[in-house]
């Protein structure tokens, strides 16, 4: 698959493509996919926050000590790296060096990340890194308000949505492949938990952008939703290059 890059559209600047959605809509699955196929760096801002909230848990932070973990962020490694190990993973996500990608997955990270995202000190400094890494490379960025504060600005903008009901059984099923217990009803809780925490927090809630293509993966596979997508992103991206390389273009 030939790489559209970032001089087929402008010299300058580099391409983002944004990747917004509530838990478990499949929005990492998408970001992946896309990032290999167009040879653009792919990164689950997610991730960050998680890994944020597991090293406030394991250095005995309370959660809601914000002074305390914005001083925290200042201080620790996230480095998000591609899979390392065959084991099902998209990333390897090391904090302070360590391996804790399916750390990340933990119940008490996943009850405890929106509380620590929705803090504004946090926010910005993760913001400042996406931001550093955006302009710096071609890259899909996948999180839940890329398209909305991180990158206004993002060549391509998409919100993968689905039912609360369809994502709790793909993040129970998940769980579950990797031969580890989980019950569904809990699950299901804890996104809805999830979902309205993420849609009434004050700073940055998870909406759509205005611009954004809206996606509902409900119905169906991951292979179809990735189809289309790729599809829809090199129409786009095509489109903006034509623009940009015609008689008015810069």
Same mark, same amino acid.
């Given at each position: 698959?030939?790489?559209?890059?970032?001089?087929?559209?402008?010299?300058?600047?580099?391409?983002?493509?944004?990747?917004?959605?509530?838990?478990?809509?499949?929005?990492?699955?998408?970001?992946?996919? &896309?990032?290999?196929?167009?040879?653009?760096? =792919? *990164? @689950?801002?997610? #991730?960050?926050? $998680? !890994?944020?909230?597991?090293?406030?848990?394991?250095?005995?932070?309370?959660?809601?000590?914000?002074?305390?973990?914005?001083?925290?962020?200042?201080?620790?490694?996230?480095?998000?790296?591609?899979?390392?190990?065959?084991?099902?993973?998209?990333?390897?996500?090391?904090?302070?060096?360590?391996?804790?990608?399916?750390?990340?997955?933990?119940?008490?990270?996943?009850?405890?990340?929106?509380?620590?995202?929705?803090?504004?000190?946090?926010?910005?400094?993760?913001?400042?890194?996406?931001?550093?890494?955006?302009?710096?490379?071609?890259?899909?960025?996948?999180?839940?308000?890329?398209?909305?504060?991180? &990158?206004?600005?993002?060549?391509?903008?998409? =919100? *993968? @949505?689905?039912? #609360?009901?369809? $994502? !709790?059984?793909?993040?129970?099923?998940?769980?579950?492949?990797?031969?580890?217990?989980?019950?569904?009803?809990?699950?299901?809780?804890?996104?809805?938990?999830?979902?309205?925490?993420?849609?009434?927090?004050?700073?940055?809630?998870?909406?759509?952008?205005?611009?954004?293509?809206?996606?509902?993966?409900?119905?169906?596979?991951?292979?179809?939703?990735?189809?289309?997508?790729?599809?829809?992103?090199?129409?786009?991206?095509?489109?903006?290059?034509?623009?940009?390389?015609?008689?008015?273009?810069?």
């Amino acid at each position: 698959m030939t790489a559209l890059n970032a001089s087929s559209m402008t010299a300058q600047h580099s391409i983002a493509i944004a990747i917004d959605g509530p838990a478990a809509s499949g929005k990492s699955t998408l970001g992946a996919a &896309l990032a290999q196929k167009l040879g653009y760096l =792919y *990164l @689950d801002t997610g #991730v960050m926050y $998680r !890994a944020a909230t597991l090293a406030a848990l394991r250095q005995g932070i309370s959660l809601n000590d914000e002074t305390a973990i914005g001083a925290l962020v200042q201080r620790i490694c996230i480095d998000v790296q591609p899979p390392h190990v065959s084991d099902g993973r998209q990333y390897t996500v090391l904090l302070d060096g360590q391996d804790v990608t399916w750390d990340l997955r933990l119940p008490e990270v996943e009850a405890g990340v929106s509380i620590v995202s929705a803090y504004p000190s946090v926010r910005a400094e993760m913001v400042r890194q996406q931001r550093q890494i955006a302009h710096q490379m071609n890259v899909v960025m996948v999180g839940r308000d890329i398209g909305t504060v991180v &990158l206004p600005d993002a060549t391509v903008k998409i =919100y *993968l @949505d689905a039912s #609360v009901e369809e $994502r !709790a059984g793909r993040r129970w099923r998940e769980i579950l492949s990797r031969g580890e217990s989980a019950n569904y009803e809990d699950i299901l809780a804890g996104l809805r938990a999830r979902d309205q925490l993420d849609t009434s927090r004050p700073q940055s809630p998870l909406r759509p952008a205005e611009d954004a293509i809206i996606i509902d993966s409900t119905h169906h596979t991951a292979e179809e939703i990735i189809s289309l997508c790729y599809n829809l992103v090199v129409t786009q991206l095509k489109q903006k290059a034509a623009k940009l390389s015609g008689p008015h273009g810069s």
